[in-house]
């Protein structure tokens, strides 16, 4: 069982707007400014989307956006592409160790 | 940047296998290094990072006593010695570049199959 809880899955259509949230504790995704997110196509490299919570590394599209309310963070997607169907983990670090989401399967319909 | 992840392959558990990373593409010894796995249908497992220097090492609990990372700068790569390998360590093993221990991911390689099985 993975330290931080996302769900199994989410959809929504191309154009459509979805968020995937990320549920932790005080001592992780709460507790410090440490929050990522990475979109993994399988076979791929996972690649970083979001780190310290809101930030988006150069050549990110700004269609991926992150926050945070107490100890959930959240990715949004906007303008939702056929590319953007893609697994998509969140990381915090946590107590001397890093943690990381069971992952969240996005179906784009 | 480029990371490129190789040594896995079939082993019966009990015994060992060396994964390695090659990076290129940046500078290596800027940066701290991990390794990160996936088992089968689940999520992302942090295994083991390195600081610039290998001065500073971590391990997840579960490989702890079992797993040591090294680096060579000299070469540009990563290493993941895995000793007394088990069923559950059976997984997919990325290596990943930060700029610290505690940071996130900025970069990841494809990764490399480990299988352990009798």
């Known amino acids: 069982q993975s330290a931080l809880t996302q769900p199994a899955s989410v959809s929504g259509s191309p154009g459509q707007s979805i968020t995937i949230p990320c549920s932790g504790t005080s001592s992780a995704v709460g507790g410090y400014n440490y929050v990522s997110w990475y979109q993994h196509h399988p076979g791929e490299a996972p690649k970083l989307l979001i780190y310290d919570v809101t930030y988006r590394p150069s050549g990110v599209s700004d269609r991926f956006s992150g926050s945070r309310s107490g100890n959930t963070a959240s990715l949004t997607i906007s303008g939702l592409r056929a590319e953007d169907e893609a697994d998509y983990f969140c990381?915090?670090?946590?107590?001397?160790?890093?943690?990381f989401g069971g992952g969240t399967k996005l179906t784009v319909l | 940047v480029q990371l490129v992840e190789s040594g896995g392959g079939l082993v019966q558990p009990g015994r060992s296998l060396r994964l390695s990373c090659a990076a290129s593409g940046f500078t290596f010894d800027d940066y701290a290094m991990h390794w990160v796995r996936q088992a089968p249908g689940k999520g992302l497992e942090w295994v083991s990072g390195?600081?610039?220097?290998?001065?500073?090492?971590d391990y997840a609990a579960s490989v702890k006593g079992r797993f040591t990372i090294s680096r060579d700068n000299s070469k540009n790569s990563l290493y993941l010695q895995m000793n007394s390998l088990r069923p559950e360590d059976t997984a997919f093993y990325f290596c990943?570049?930060?700029?610290?221990?505690?940071?996130?991911?900025?970069?990841w390689g494809q990764g490399t199959l480990v299988s352990v099985s009798s």
């Open positions: 990943a570049k930060s700029s610290g221990l505690r940071s996130h991911f900025d970069n």
């Open positions: 990381g915090s670090y946590s107590r001397d160790t890093i943690v």
């Open positions: 390195i600081n610039w220097s290998s001065g500073s090492v």
